[in-house]
């Protein structure tokens, strides 16, 4: 299901080749916020859907194409940012590979407070990230930590954990 929806969303995308890879994690993105759902007081019905991502953008535009969608009644909305002071607003949290030495902080800035952290650094899901992009086979995949969804008070439906390359952390972890 998560699948086909990301060729619906590629399909804005009149690419004759093959969608690049940050096409691809774009497509995701907006795909794991139809199948996350975040508390009623973190993110109030018709309130935005902010996505934002940290560091350097290396999505070229891709994100930002999807900026005005409207997933589960939420405008997406998406803002670049160069520092941690407005992080803990967001609801989505690219975190770019120029991050790499503040990674901890960050995480831990936005430990709960109902963040969906996502990035594509080697073990980003172990250090304490939501959602861990991969490439394997050539193949966008993702690996989810349940434990910080939980702790963050973020619900994944089933669908989405069973698309997870690897789900690790049934339990919560501390902050």
């Given at each position: 299901?998560?699948?086909g929806?990301?060729g619906?969303v ?18 995701y ?5 139809r199948?996350i759902?975040w ?6 019905p ?9 560091g350097q ?9 999807l900026?005005?969608?409207v997933v589960q009644g939420h ?5 670049q940012?160069?520092?941690l002071?407005?992080i803990?607003?967001c609801?989505m949290l690219?975190?770019a590979?120029s991050?790499?030495?503040?990674v901890?902080?960050?995480l ?6 109902g ?7 080697d073990?980003?899901?172990l250090?304490g ?14 690996n989810?930590?349940q434990?910080v969804l ?7 439906s089933a669908q989405?954990?069973?698309?997870g390359r690897?789900?690790v952390?049934g ?5």
């Amino acid at each position: 299901m998560l699948y086909g929806w990301v060729g619906v969303v590629l399909s804005a995308w009149a690419y004759a080749s093959p969608p690049a890879e940050y096409q691809l994690k774009a497509a995701y993105m907006l795909n794991f916020a139809r199948f996350i759902d975040w508390p009623v007081q973190r993110l109030p019905p018709g309130a935005p859907l902010r996505v934002c991502v940290l560091g350097q953008d290396p999505f070229h535009g891709a994100l930002v194409a999807l900026e005005g969608r409207v997933v589960q009644g939420h405008e997406v909305l998406v803002r670049q940012l160069d520092g941690l002071e407005v992080i803990a607003d967001c609801h989505m949290l690219f975190v770019a590979d120029s991050e790499q030495k503040r990674v901890a902080a960050v995480l831990h800035q936005v430990a709960n407070k109902g963040v969906l952290t996502i990035s594509d650094m080697d073990g980003f899901v172990l250090q304490g990230g939501s959602i861990g992009f991969v490439l394997e086979d050539n193949r966008v995949r993702f690996n989810i930590h349940q434990g910080v969804l939980l702790r963050d008070n973020l619900r994944a439906s089933a669908q989405l954990l069973k698309l997870g390359r690897q789900v690790v952390g049934g339990r919560s972890p501390e902050p």
